[in-house]
């Protein structure tokens, strides 16, 4: 299927930043859109970014304006950039990319990262 191998997690203060990486490896599928999903223990995962193979970003309300997502296209690589990181951004950050299979591109998949801890802390 896909690898997706996320790094640059770690912990942070307040009002710091950082940046996370997550390369696609072995993928049976066009990824048509890569993105992060965060999750609290105890909470759903939510979005928190994603960007189309088009370059077109989405935010989540609560990210917006703090996170830049981008893209190395050829890659397979997304980045999220986290600037001005409160405490309530500490989650499990986890990389997804969805896209066509390449055996039917009438088949979405989605896949998966491992999941980086970032933690906003004092």
């Known amino acids: 299927q896909v690898q997706l191998v996320e790094s640059g997690g770690g912990l942070v203060q307040p009002g710091g930043s950082l940046r996370l990486s997550c390369a696609a490896s072995?993928?049976?599928?066009?990824?048509?859109?890569m993105g992060w999903y965060r999750q609290v223990p105890g909470k759903e995962r939510e979005l928190a970014a994603t960007?189309?193979?088009?370059?077109?970003?989405t935010y989540a309300d609560s990210v917006k304006g703090r996170f830049t997502i981008s893209r190395d296209g050829p890659n397979n690589t997304v980045y999220l950039q986290m600037n001005r990181l409160k405490p309530e951004d500490t989650a499990v950050y986890y990389c997804?990319?969805?896209?066509?299979?390449?055996?039917?591109?009438?088949?979405?998949?989605?896949?998966w990262g491992q999941g980086t801890q970032v933690t906003v802390s004092s």
């Open positions: 997804n990319a969805q896209g066509n299979a390449h055996t039917d591109y009438n088949k979405w998949l989605t896949a």
């Open positions: 072995q993928s049976i599928f066009s990824i048509r859109v």
């Open positions: 960007i189309t193979s088009g370059g077109v970003p």
